[in-house]
């Protein structure tokens, strides 16, 4: 089964600078979805927000720009200063993060709170935008995934939102550890309330057959993959290419390339971390070999 869309997860902290050169120069990924901005207050000069997303423009693929914050207005017009940067194809709104300071500030996840304000505070947003340029990203509610559905249909029929992507848990749920049970169940009722608008299903997809037999159960239109990608660097490309790097041979790649963009020490020492997990040999070794 050809899954349309495959695209990596956003995550801040991690996506930065010679991570984004070597994932692009390896075409471990066919597009961006960028960390959020967050938005507060003033919107940022044009010059500013370039810096802040410029790795991820260096490269040939489309890129969405991810954006986060509480008043529609000053996000309107940050949203249209984004599109306008080159390989930007859309704009996303983050209305997911769990962060307790996030929500506090009724930002990223703590927008579920009110999941009936959500497809109105979108049209505010939308007002500054070219048609079929804003998407969401979405949790299934913020304590009760029953939430889902007000918003979904909300959002599906409100026109100004191409596409949903859907993270299966609860804000509350958090990152919880293992996938919840009730997963499938989840996406397929996301799909089903959010009529012809496409969702991207995501949450603990970690290998190419649970990514198809996912889509297939749920009439999910493409899927986003963002921790089990940390793992294994060419599992994004896997799903279009069965003969491409192993999980193993791609870590390996994934570190070279990542020292030929210039990450040394520290920075080098969290990735291997996530690459390996700090038990294993190749961790240790990485440790000696930066001094540490
Ligand atoms: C360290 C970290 C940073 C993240 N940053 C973002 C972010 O900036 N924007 C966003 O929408 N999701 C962010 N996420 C959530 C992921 O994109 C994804 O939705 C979540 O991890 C579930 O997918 P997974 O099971 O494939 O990891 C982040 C997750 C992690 C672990």
């Known amino acids: 089964m050809k899954i349309q869309e ?5 995550m801040e902290g991690i996506g930065r600078n010679g991570f984004i050169r070597a994932a692009t120069g390896l075409r471990l990924v066919e597009r961006w979805m960028t960390p959020f901005i967050r938005v507060t207050g003033s919107v940022p000069a044009a010059g500013k927000l370039f810096r802040m997303v410029e790795e991820y423009l260096s490269g040939v693929v489309p890129v969405t720009i991810q954006i986060m914050g509480n008043d529609p207005e000053a996000l309107g017009e940050c949203a249209a200063k984004l599109l306008a940067f080159p390989h930007v194809e859309g704009i996303n709104l983050n209305c997911g993060c769990p962060s307790l300071r996030v929500v506090r500030h009724h930002s ?18 939308a007002v500054f ?3 079929e340029k804003l998407s969401v990203k979405v949790r299934s509610g913020f304590e009760n995934p029953d939430d889902m559905e007000i918003f979904l249909p909300e ?3 409100s026109g100004v939102i191409s596409k949903i992507f859907f993270h299966y848990r609860t804000v509350t749920e958090m990152y919880s550890s293992s996938p919840l049970p009730e997963r499938v169940n989840r996406i397929a009722r996301a799909v089903k309330l959010c009529g012809d608008v496409p969702v991207i299903a995501n949450g603990d997809i970690s ?3 649970d990514g198809e037999s996912l889509v297939a159960a749920t009439g999910a ?23 491409t790097a192993d999980e193993e041979t791609g870590r390996q790649l994934f570190m070279v390339e990542l020292r030929r963009e210039g990450i040394r020490g520290g920075a080098l020492i969290e990735l291997a971390k996530m690459l390996w997990g700090s038990k294993s040999e190749h961790f240790r070794q990485i440790m000696a070999e930066e001094g540490y």
Do not use: Q, T, Y
């Open 6 to 10: 495959i695209w990596p997860g956003p």
């Open 108 to 125: 990223g996840g703590g927008m579920l709170r009110h999941p009936e304000k959500l497809a109105e505070f979108c049209r505010k947003i």
């Open 129 to 131: 935008l070219p048609p």
């Open 155 to 157: 959002l599906s029929e």
């Open 207 to 209: 290998s190419v057959s």
């Open 221 to 243: 239109a493409g899927i986003m993959i963002a921790r089990p990608w940390m793992r294994d660097p060419f599992l994004l490309r896997r799903f279009h290419d069965n003969l």
